[in-house]
């Protein structure tokens, strides 16, 4: 466990499941683990050189 937490994880996108729970509901507390491969997809919130103006 700890060389695929600690170092393949990591190295290969982690992502952590983030929420609240009725009996904390100020506190964030890590619901799980989530392991993604990167993906080709442009970042939503990143100018990628696409200009707002363009016409689809």
């Known amino acids: 466990m700890d060389?695929?937490?600690?170092v393949?994880?990591?190295?290969?996108g982690?992502?952590?499941a983030m929420g609240t729970h009725s009996r904390f509901?100020?506190?964030?507390l890590i619901n799980g683990v989530i392991r993604l491969?990167?993906?080709a997809q442009a970042n939503?919130?990143?100018d990628c050189g696409?200009?707002?103006?363009?016409a689809w």
């Open 3 to 6: 060389r695929v937490f600690k």
């Open 50 to 54: 696409v200009s707002a103006n363009r």
């Open 8 to 12: 393949e994880y990591p190295r290969r």
């Open 44 to 46: 939503l919130f990143c």
């Open 37 to 39: 491969n990167e993906s």
């Open 14 to 16: 982690m992502l952590l």
């Open 25 to 28: 509901p100020d506190t964030w």
